[in-house]
């Protein structure tokens, strides 16, 4: 039943990342649509933007399933679960009915991990082209994650003897562990 609800190939895949969680392995990375099913990946240009709802669909059924999965395990507030691409998408359709790219605004998911904020956080303006409230840079994003996971944010790596910072000086957003 629980294979069921988790749905397809990418559910099967974070049903495996669960199972891995309950083992301590620390990190997991599970990537969507590996096969392409609908022809193009979310990389939706041309054709493919015909067939991204199956992608939206099963995306959902797994994410929600683990989800729950994990909240019902008692492991949810010690696993901080990520969605997040490269990029967003612009609301209109360009010249080969796709949706071209972004870099101004987009959406990234983060649940568990100990965050205690519910819902969403920023705004953007009607076309989703502008943020018009609580920006949240790529260094605060990784900040915001590794302090979730416990992680000194402020450290650096090292290449040799240079040093490397680990999130560019972001700082955690403090609205999500409120």
Do not use: M
């Not at 059924?61 to 998408?89: C, M, N, P, W, Y």
């Not at 790219?101 to 998911?109: E, K, N, R, S």
């Not at 402020?154 to 490397?164: A, C, E, I, Q, S």
């Amino acid at each position: 039943d629980l294979r069921t609800r988790y749905g397809g190939e990418f559910g099967q895949r974070c049903l495996l990342a669960r199972r891995l969680v309950e083992r301590g392995v620390r990190f997991i990375e599970v990537s969507h649509n590996l096969n392409f099913i609908n022809g193009a990946g979310w990389d939706v240009h041309n054709d493919g933007i015909l067939k991204q709802d199956g992608l939206i669909r099963e995306l959902d059924t797994a994410f929600s399933t683990l989800i729950t999965d994990l909240e019902s395990r008692r492991l949810l507030d010690k696993t901080l679960l990520v969605i997040t691409s490269e990029f967003g998408r612009p609301p209109e359709f360009d010249s080969g009915g796709g949706r071209g790219h972004q870099g101004t605004a987009f959406t990234c998911v983060l649940a568990g991990g100990g965050l205690r904020h519910r819902g969403a956080y920023g705004e953007t303006d009607d076309l989703a082209r502008k943020v018009v409230s609580h920006p949240v840079s790529v260094p605060d994003f990784f900040a915001t994650v590794h302090a979730s996971l416990g992680i000194d944010y402020t450290k650096n790596l090292y290449d040799g003897d240079r040093p490397v910072p680990i999130t560019d000086g972001g700082r955690p957003i403090a609205a999500l562990f409120a």
